[in-house]
């Protein structure tokens, strides 16, 4: 463990491998992944920064990330996130560090951050996550989607401001489901490939088997 340190708590080498490290309370990022880590099994909570901030080609699994002044994760280009959980960070819950980076996020939770839950790059994919309650702060999707070429499918999205947004062009969205967020569901802007999206009384009858749902 590494505690209140007056940096960052953890800074990796690059390509190394990790496993059940943690780090709280220190005054700058929490646990700083170099080119090519493997972090596994760990934690990130109550820091000065960022929770997780990985370079590139990292790859995270089974991470929480909770209650940093800043972003939970921030992923480099290239960077895979897996079965990982954001809450209650000041900023983005899981964001890629600029908007022409791509990044793979899987089976994660985004819940109760202060802005986006997952905030994306060009030719990112999102799928089977989970985003809820974001927006605590500020103006908060449960998802949003920067550039073109990324893949949105089989997320859910919740009681965010934003359920899921896209503001460029070439994305392709599919089988997601999205309810009470109170400025809209989705804001799909034009030129993307997108399942129409079924409301509650097309559940039932909706036949398009990449159908997006709000409910």
């Known amino acids: 463990m590494s505690r209140n340190n007056g940096g960052a708590g953890i800074d990796s080498w690059s390509w190394g491998v990790g496993r059940g490290i943690s780090a709280e309370g220190n005054i700058s990022d929490g646990i700083i992944l170099r080119e ?9 909570r109550g ?11 990292g790859v995270g699994r089974g991470i929480t ?3 940093n002044a800043s972003d939970g994760f921030v ?5 895979e996130l897996i079965e990982c959980t954001s809450r209650g960070n000041g900023s983005l819950g899981v964001r890629v560090i600029d908007d022409n980076s791509p990044a793979k996020t899987s089976n994660c939770v985004s819940e109760g951050n202060g802005l986006d839950g997952f905030k994306v790059g060009a030719g990112s994919t999102v799928t089977g996550c989970v985003a809820r309650s974001n927006g605590t702060t500020g103006d908060g999707a449960g998802i ?9 499918e089989g997320n859910q999205v919740l009681l965010n401001d934003w359920g899921i947004t896209l503001s460029g062009s070439g994305n392709l969205v599919i ?21 129409p999206v ?17 409910y």
């Open 47 to 57: 820091n000065g920064g960022v929770g997780i901030n990985s370079f590139s080609w």
């Open 144 to 152: 949003r989607v920067m550039g073109s070429g990324s893949r949105i």
């Open 75 to 79: 992923l480099g280009a290239g960077s």
């Open 36 to 44: 090519g880590y493997t972090l596994t099994e760990s934690t990130s």
């Open 175 to 195: 089988r997601n489901s999205a309810s009470g967020n109170t400025s809209g569901n989705y804001y799909i802007a034009s030129g993307n490939a997108a399942g």
């Open 65 to 67: 990330s909770e209650g």
């Open 198 to 214: 079924a409301s509650t009384l097309d559940v039932a009858t909706t036949t398009n088997p990449n159908a997006n749902f709000e």
